[in-house]
């Protein structure tokens, strides 16, 4: 079974691509950036685009049928090195208890005002047998 989750974004038409794609017990949630959707605005702070991205990625994987502790795979793309210091605890207070497997690059983003993007893949907690 396939289902492609939409936020609505212009982006997504645009580009060609899903918020996420759940293919059986799996739902890959694309890179997703700290854009408030309903706004469709930009937060000035790496710690507010960092809260709307999850947001955003807690909705998508809602919409399919998960929750974020079905979280098992998490890249994080940001743009300045000094983020690493402030996105931890962030990112800790979502997935201090999950601990998925990791990875934070430091590069450029599509935008500007773009700070961070996480990306997530995520397996049903009921195909993992608990």
């Known amino acids: 079974m396939r289902k492609l989750i939409s936020t609505g974004s212009p982006f997504e ?15 890959f949630v694309s890179g997703t950036t700290g854009y408030d959707y309903v706004t469709m605005t930009m937060p000035e702070t790496v710690e507010a685009q960092t809260r709307n991205c999850l947001t955003t990625i807690g909705k998508a994987l809602a919409d399919g049928g998960f929750e974020m502790s079905d979280v098992v795979r998490a890249h994080y793309y940001i743009t300045d090195q000094a983020f690493v210091d402030v996105v931890f605890p962030i990112l800790g207070e979502t997935f201090g208890d999950i601990r998925p497997a990791a990875t934070m690059i430091v590069c450029q983003l599509n935008k500007p005002e773009m700070k ?15």
């Open 13 to 27: 038409k645009t580009a060609g691509y899903s918020r996420a794609v759940v293919q059986g017990d799996w739902c």
């Open 116 to 130: 961070i993007e996480i990306e997530v893949t995520a397996l049903r907690r009921s195909a993992m047998g608990s």
